[in-house]
C-alpha cells in the first residue's frame, strides 16, 4: 500500500471480487480500505489462499488496468528500500510515475489492443480469488506483464557487430562492445579522454547491447547531457527507438515515455535519475555517466544514488555496466579494486597527444616570475593565456565556483563577514549599485553598519561569476562576454573569440574547442568542509579542462598550488592515481564507500530516542553529534560493509517502532549521504 510508515512496510492480502477479477493483475493500481480509510496500493501478486488466519476484505477498486509495475523493478524497489533503510512505498513513488489517465486512453501504434476499462467490464462468474499488496517475493501466476514475448521484444534481431569508432583509442574499448554484442554482461568503468564525445561512446555501447537483442537504460546528470545523448542515440540506433525520462517532461510526456517502456515498445531508456527505475525488457545493459555529480541523488525519501540503484539492477538482472566520466569517484574505483568491474582507458601515449597543456600558477616556478600569482584572483599566467588564445580568435573558458555578483562581502575596514540582522545569514550584493541583502532570509540591509568597528563601507569577501564577467570585459574591451550559470545554461558557442564566463557543471562546448581555459578561485572548492571536497574540484576541473583543443593550440592555467593532490591530478590527467589514492586514505580514516555510514538527523531528543530503539550491530561504531541545519543535530552510525545489511535493518526496525508509537518529531535516515558533515 502507499503508506510511507516504517511499522507498515509489509504486504497485506486481500480478496478480489469477481467483478474484478479480470482487471486484478499483479503491477496495477488499486484502492483498499485500510484502518477505516481508502488508499492507495499495488497488487503485487494473486494466489489462489492465503495464509492469513483471520477475515480478509475485498479490494475496492482496480484504478487502472495498466499493469504499470513490472515484477523486477518490484523486486529492485524493495532490494534498494532494504538497502537504504527506506519503506517500499516511498521507493515506488519515485519508480512509478503518477498515473495520467488521458495517456493510457492514447491508441497504441503496436498494434496490440487497449486494456480493458476497469470500469465497463462485465463480472465473470468467478469465486473470489486473493491479492497480495506489498513485496511478496512470489512470482505472478499465469498474468502476463506487458510485452513478455521474447520474441516480440527482440529490436534487432541479427545485426553486423557495431563499429567500435572511438572506442578504439581504449586497448579494451573495442572488446567491451563485442561482448554486449554477444549477450554477455561486461562490467566496466571507463575514465574518458579529454575532447571525447562521451554521448557518442555511450550511444555505441547501447547498439551494441541492442545488436544483442537486450535493452538498455543509461542516466545522466542533466538535460543538457540528456539532450546530447538523445541526438547520438538518434544518430546510431534511428528515430522511435527510445524514449527520455525525465522529471522536467511534465505528467503527460514523462508518462507516455514511461508507458512505451513498460509496454515493450522501446529497447533503450535515457535519462536523469527519473530513469534509473525505467522498465526495460531483456535489460542488458545499465550506464551512467559522471556518477560524481549530486544531481544524481535522490532529495527525496530514502534519498537512494542512481549509481547503487543502476548497480543492483546489473546484480538482479545479470545485465552488464558502464560507469563512465572525465573523473572517477572513490565508488569506482571500489568496484575495480575488488574485481567487480574491469578498467577502460586509453594509454599514456594517447592521453599525452590528446590533452591540453596545463599549467598551475601557484609553483615555485611562476612566484619567481610573478611574486603577486600567490595572491592574485587574476594571475599574469592565466591572463597571458587568454589573452594569446583571443588573438588567435578562439574562444576562452572561464570556470567560477560561484554564481551572482557578490555572494560575499565583509566590513571593508576590519574584514568582519557581513551578516543579516535578523537571521545572521551572509550579506551579497546583487550588482555594481545594488543594495545588500540576505541570502537566507532576503531582507534587504540598506543601512548595514558592522557591529565590529562601526564600519559601512563593504569589500568583496567572494566574487561571483557576473562580477568576473563584468572585470574580464572591462580587461578584455571589444571582446564579446557570455555568462552560463543558473540563470541560462548556454548549450554551445561559436568557434571565434570571445569569454565564456560559467559556473561549475554549466560550460559550453565551443565548437573546435577553447582555447584557453581559466580555473578560477580553487580554493573556493578546495577548502569546502567536505569528505568529497578533493574529489568534487577534480571532477569540476577535468569537465572544464575537456573541452579545451589538444596541445599546444590548447591550454589550462588552474589558479592553484601545483603540489596539491587534486591539480596534480589534474596536471598528469590522471583521474585513476587520486581516486585510488583517495579510496586509500578513505580506508584509512574509515570513511565510505570503505565502510558503510548512516546519518540519524533531527531534534536532540528524537535522535537520541530512535538510537536508543535500535538494536545495533555489535562491531557499530557511533559518531557525534554535530550541529546540523536549523538547529538539529546529527549522528553518525559505522558498520563494516560487510554489516551493511545488518545495520540498514536495524535503523529501518527502530524507525518502525517510533511510527507505531506516533512520536512527534521527525527523524531523517539516511544511508552514505553525499555530505556527512
Request: glycine fraction near 8%; include cysteine.
Amino acid at each position: 500500500m502507499d503508506v510511507g510508515l516504517a511499522h507498515l512496510d509489509r504486504p497485506f492480502d486481500y480478496l478480489v471480487p469477481a467483478e474484478l477479477d479480470e482487471v486484478a493483475v499483479p503491477g496495477t493500481r488499486v484502492k483498499v480500505r485500510f484502518a477505516g480509510q481508502l488508499v492507495d496500493g499495488w497488487l503485487l501478486s494473486r494466489a489462489d489462499d492465503s495464509g492469513h488466519t483471520g477475515r480478509l476484505a475485498y479490494l475496492e477498486k482496480v484504478v487502472s488496468p495498466e499493469p504499470v509495475l513490472a515484477p523486477e523493478i518490484a523486486r529492485l524497489a524493495r532490494a534498494v528500500a532494504d538497502r537504504y533503510a527506506g519503506s517500499l512505498a516511498d521507493v515506488l513513488r519515485l519508480a512509478v510515475p503518477p498515473r495520467h489517465a488521458r495517456v493510457e486512453k492514447e491508441p497504441r501504434d503496436d498494434g496490440t489492443p487497449d486494456p480493458p476499462d476497469a470500469d465497463t467490464l462485465d463480472p465473470p462468474a468467478a469465486a473470489p480469488a486473493t491479492a497480495r499488496l506489498g513485496h511478496s517475493a512470489s512470482a505472478p501466476e499465469t498474468v502476463r506483464l506487458g510485452n513478455s514475448d521474447p520474441a516480440a521484444v527482440d529490436p534487432v534481431g541479427a545485426a553486423d557487430p557495431v563499429d567500435p569508432r572511438g572506442w578504439r583509442d581504449y586497448p579494451t574499448g573495442p572488446a567491451l562492445l563485442r561482448a554486449l554484442t554477444d549477450g554477455r554482461a561486461p562490467r566496466a568503468v571507463w575514465s574518458a579522454l579529454p575532447g571525447e564525445d562521451w554521448a557518442a561512446r555511450y550511444a555505441d555501447a547501447v547498439a551494441a547491447t541492442v545488436a544483442g537483442g537486450r535493452g538498455a537504460v543509461v542516466v545522466v546528470p542533466d538535460a543538457r547531457d540528456l539532450d546530447r545523448l538523445d541526438a547520438a542515440l538518434t544518430g546510431v540506433l534511428g528515430p522511435g527507438r527510445h524514449v527520455s525520462l525525465s522529471a522536467a517532461l511534465g505528467p503527460a510526456r514523462r508518462y507516455r515515455a514511461f508507458l512505451a517502456a513498460r509496454r515493450g515498445r522501446v529497447p533503450v531508456v535515457i535519462g536523469t535519475r527519473a530513469a534509473m527505475f525505467a522498465p526495460v525488457d531483456r535489460l542488458g545493459l545499465v550506464a551512467i555517466w559522471d556518477d560524481g555529480d549530486d544531481l544524481h541523488s535522490e532529495p527525496r525519501s530514502p534519498y537512494p544514488h542512481a549509481r547503487d540503484v543502476l548497480l543492483t539492477r546489473v546484480q538482479l538482472a545479470e545485465a552488464g555496466a558502464l560507469v563512465g566520466g572525465y573523473a572517477r569517484t572513490a565508488e569506482a574505483q571500489l568496484l575495480l579494486e575488488t574485481g567487480w568491474a574491469r578498467e577502460v582507458v586509453a594509454d599514456r601515449a594517447t592521453v599525452r597527444a590528446r590533452i591540453p597543456a596545463i599549467a598551475p600558477t601557484g609553483d615555485d616556478p611562476q612566484l619567481a616570475r610573478d611574486p603577486g600569482a600567490a595572491t592574485a584572483r587574476l594571475p599574469s599566467l592565466a591572463w597571458t593565456a587568454a589573452r594569446d588564445a583571443l588573438r588567435q580568435e578562439l574562444p576562452v573558458l572561464v570556470q567560477v565556483p560561484r554564481r551572482g555578483y557578490l555572494p560575499s562581502i565583509s566590513c571593508a575596514e576590519c574584514r568582519t563577514p557581513a551578516r543579516c540582522e535578523h537571521c545572521s545569514g551572509p550579506l551579497a550584493l546583487p550588482s555594481a549599485g545594488g543594495t545588500p541583502a540576505c541570502r537566507w532570509c532576503a531582507r534587504v540591509a540598506a543601512a548595514y553598519a558592522c557591529p565590529q568597528c562601526g564600519g559601512r563601507r563593504l569589500r568583496a569577501a567572494v566574487t561571483g561569476a557576473r562580477r568576473t564577467a563584468e572585470e574580464l570585459g572591462r580587461a578584455f574591451p571589444g571582446v564579446p562576454v557570455r555568462t552560463s550559470g543558473r540563470e541560462e545554461v548556454l548549450t554551445d558557442v561559436p568557434g571565434g573569440a570571445a569569454l565564456v564566463v560559467t559556473t561549475p557543471g554549466a560550460e559550453p562546448v565551443a565548437a573546435g574547442g577553447y582555447g584557453a581555459v581559466l580555473l578560477l578561485d580553487s580554493w573556493a572548492l578546495l577548502t569546502r568542509a567536505d569528505l568529497r571536497a578533493g574529489e568534487e574540484a577534480l571532477r569540476r576541473w577535468l569537465a572544464a579542462a575537456a573541452l579545451a583543443r589538444p596541445a599546444p593550440a590548447g591550454r589550462v592555467v588552474v589558479v592553484a598550488d601545483g603540489a596539491l593532490a587534486p591539480v596534480q591530478a589534474l596536471l598528469r590527467w590522471d583521474a585513476a592515481w587520486f581516486a585510488g589514492r583517495e579510496l586509500a586514505e578513505r580506508r584509512e580514516l574509515g570513511f565510505p564507500p570503505a565502510v558503510r555510514m548512516a546519518s540519524v538527523t533531527g531534534a536532540a531528543e528524537a535522535v537520541a530516542d530512535l538510537l536508543a530503539a535500535t538494536r545495533l550491530p555489535d562491531d557499530a561504531e557511533v559518531l557525534g553529534p554535530v550541529p546540523a541545519e536549523e538547529g538539529r543535530e546529527r549522528m553518525l552510525v559505522r558498520v563494516p560493509r560487510a554489516r551493511a545489511a545488518a545495520l540498514a535493518e536495524a535503523l529501518h526496525s527502530a524507525a518502525g517502532v517510533r511510527a507505531a508509537r506516533k512520536a512527534a518529531d521527525p527523524v531523517r535516515l539516511q544511508v552514505d549521504p553525499l555530505s556527512l558533515f
